[in-house]
């Protein structure tokens, strides 16, 4: 009895030391994840990189940041930007500055917007349609926003490249299916006519083997294509 409950109390001590190792080895990269989020390199990189066109702005609509993605999509600079009332740039159309100025004020009462779809004058002139989604961030006791843009002819066009290529790999596999089916139908066929004037029952029994693959075959052949829509 005490030789048992000396062999439990040690699988208890094992236990004990294999959590610990594990919550030391979590606590070690728990540690080096806080390490790395609050790195400026890590949020410098987040900020820069991220592929979608993002800009901040402050509760009286000054641009306070924007990403290389966002200047890209616009034309204009991080210098040309920051610093100026969002109301009073050219890259928004007189005929939505009334918008801009109703979701800012709805920003300023703590509220946010979006997705919003607005119109952007870039700096060659061009005509974008958008998509703004923004939300409410705190940075060093400061209320701002943070807006997330998506050009929204550039994702249609995804979007239609995307169902032309499905079509196109939908008319293919039906066309592929069709020449199996022909050439089924033509081996069945055959196979009929050869039965025909077998005299000899290994031929006979032969062509019937053959026979039912063909029909394996078929089977597997129509429950793929029944799959495939």
Same mark, same amino acid.
């Given at each position: +009895? !005490?030789?048992?409950? $000396? ?10 030391? *294999? ?9 070690? #990269? ?8 609050? /790195?400026? !390199? ?7 990189? %991220?592929?979608? @066109?993002?800009?901040? #702005? ?10 290389? $993605? ?5 034309? #204009? ?15 928004? @159309?007189?005929? !939505? ?13 703590? +509220?946010?917007?979006? @997705? ?7 700096? %060659?002139?061009?005509? &974008? ?5 923004? $939300? ?7 209320? =701002? ?16 490249? =995307?169902? /032309? ?14 020449? &199996?089916?022909?050439?089924? !139908? ?10 025909? *004037? ?17 029909? $394996?075959?078929?089977?597997?052949? /129509? &429950?793929?294509?029944?799959? /495939? #829509?």
């Amino acid at each position: +009895m !005490q030789e048992e409950y $000396s062999h439990m109390g040690g699988g208890v001590t094992e236990d004990s030391d *294999h959590f610990e190792l594990k919550k030391s080895f979590l606590n070690e #990269y728990e540690m080096l994840s806080d390490d790395i989020r609050n /790195s400026n !390199q890590f949020l410098n990189l987040l900020l820069d990189q %991220n592929p979608d @066109p993002w800009y901040l #702005y402050d509760l009286k609509g000054f641009l306070i940041d924007c990403n290389q $993605s966002f200047e890209d999509l616009v034309g #204009y600079t991080r210098v040309d930007l920051v610093g100026k009332c969002f109301l009073q740039l050219k890259l928004l @159309p007189l005929i !939505q500055r009334a918008r801009a100025k109703i979701i800012l004020d709805k920003n300023a009462a703590g +509220m946010i917007s979006g @997705p919003d779809e607005f119109e952007f004058i870039t700096k %060659n002139g061009e005509l &974008i349609n958008v998509e703004l989604k923004n $939300s409410l961030v705190d940075i060093k006791n400061r209320k =701002l926003v943070l807006v997330t843009v998506r050009d929204v002819e550039k994702h249609l066009k995804k979007e239609k490249e =995307l169902e /032309s290529r499905t079509e196109a790999r939908e008319k293919m596999i039906e066309e592929l299916y069709r020449q &199996i089916e022909k050439n089924l !139908q033509i081996v069945t066929s055959l196979m009929n006519l050869q039965k025909a *004037h077998m005299r000899d029952d290994k031929d006979a029994e032969l062509l019937q083997d053959t026979h039912n693959r063909v029909k $394996s075959i078929r089977k597997a052949y /129509s &429950i793929s294509r029944a799959y /495939s #829509y």
